[in-house]
């Protein structure tokens, strides 16, 4: 099992100010379910990437009581180069944003 700090992540003794990586959040998820690693990777990547191709197309993903993923469109602006302090313009473009829903914004709060 992979460890940080010498220490395994369980998910019950996860303490404040701590970072989950990709491969943590794998072992979580095969722990949980009960399946091999390689399969929780599988199914994470799916996910990723199946949220990834959505909210490209302009397309939003709710997941109800987690959150939902979208594009948001940002207008040019201007803005100024900290090193010179001259003016330059910022090119309008698309971002990818994420909402969190009213379960996980509550669960968040608790703590």
Do not use: D, H
């Not at 701590?18 to 009960?34: P, R």
């Not at 990437?49 to 109800?64: A, P």
């Not at 987690?66 to 594009?71: D, K, L, P, V």
């Amino acid at each position: 099992m992979a460890t940080r700090w010498s220490m395994p992540v369980i998910a019950s003794e996860i303490r404040k100010g701590f970072i989950m990586n990709k491969e943590e959040l794998v072992q979580e998820i095969a722990k949980k379910a009960k399946v091999t690693q390689k399969e929780a990777a599988e199914v994470l990547g799916s996910l990723m990437e199946t949220i990834q191709k959505t909210v490209s197309k302009g397309n939003k993903v709710t997941l109800v009581g987690f959150g939902t993923f979208e594009s948001r469109k940002r207008a040019a602006r201007t803005g100024r180069n900290p090193q010179t302090g001259k003016e330059i313009k910022i090119a309008a473009k698309t971002v990818p944003a994420f909402s969190a829903g009213k379960k996980f914004k509550e669960l968040v709060n608790k703590k």
